[in-house]
T-cell receptor
Framework: EAGVAQSPRYKIIEKRQSVAFWCNPI?????LYWYQQILGQGPKLLIQ????????DSQLPKDRFSAERLKGVDSTLKIQPAKLEDSAVYLC??????????????FGPGTRLTVL | AQTVTQSQPEMSVQEAETVTLSCTYD???????LFWYKQPPSRQMILVIR??????QNATENRFSVNFQKAAKSFSLKISDSQLGDTAMYFC??????????FGKGTTLSVSS
């Protein structure tokens, strides 16, 4: 079974530029999460999708971050404009059935963003 | 608010020895799940073990086992017969079914020969 795919693996941009990350969850997984992991800390949720609807985006900085999940499969996360403090690893995770006993989240390899 | 605390920023162990990583948490929910994830330098977050709060029996997965103390809100991970490949950052995490994970700050484990 293929895992969660993310691209790119690395991205370096100047502040005030825009950037987009892509995630393809495990086939059949209804729930998709984007987490931000700042160096030396644990990941923190940015946004959670159930199929193509948003379940939780309370911690997403909506003035600069946006995300969508087209047709309930792939998802993109965009930052515009980027700030220095956005330098982090962006992790995508998916789970089969939100709320069920098999609700284990599987993570992709992450995208390391450096904002100069 | 739910919190997860890992009080050991770094730990080291020799190959073949046993090591225990500590985790405490706080939640007002009755039904929740606890996890240990491993993150090697490659950054891929890998599930090590999970525990359902309603189960009294401690979870085990090969060399990995947990000591789940619900009343004390403690969830430690024991790694037996440590291997070089166990070198990684270990995160304790908590959630309710269908919600995002709340992570601790992590413990860096170094296994040496």
């Amino acid at each position: 079974e293929a895992g969660v795919a993310q691209s790119p693996r690395y991205k370096i941009i100047e502040k005030r530029q825009s950037v987009a990350f892509w995630c393809n969850p495990i086939s059949g997984h209804a729930t998709l999460y984007w987490y931000q992991q700042i160096l030396g800390q644990g990941p923190k949720l940015l946004i959670q999708f159930q199929n193509n609807g948003v379940v939780d985006d309370s911690q997403l900085p909506k003035d600069r971050f946006s995300a969508e999940r087209l047709k309930g499969v792939d998802s993109t996360l965009k930052i515009q404009p980027a700030k220095l403090e956005d330098s982090a690893v962006y992790l995508c995770a998916s789970s089969l059935l939100a709320g069920g006993p098999s609700d284990t989240q599987y993570f992709g390899p992450g995208t390391r963003l450096t904002v100069l | 608010a739910q919190t997860v605390t890992q009080s050991q920023p770094e730990m080291s162990v020799q190959e073949a020895e046993t090591v225990t990583l500590s985790c405490t948490y706080d939640t007002s929910e009755n039904n929740y799940y606890l996890f240990w994830y491993k993150q090697p330098p490659s950054r891929q977050m890998i599930l090590v073990i999970r525990q359902e709060a309603y189960k009294q029996q401690n979870a085990t997965e090969n060399r990995f086992s947990v000591n789940f103390q619900k009343a004390a809100k403690s969830f430690s991970l024991k790694i037996s017969d440590s291997q070089l490949g166990d070198t990684a950052m270990y995160f304790c995490a908590l959630n309710q079914a269908g919600t995002a994970l709340i992570f601790g700050k992590g413990t860096t484990l170094s296994v040496s020969s």
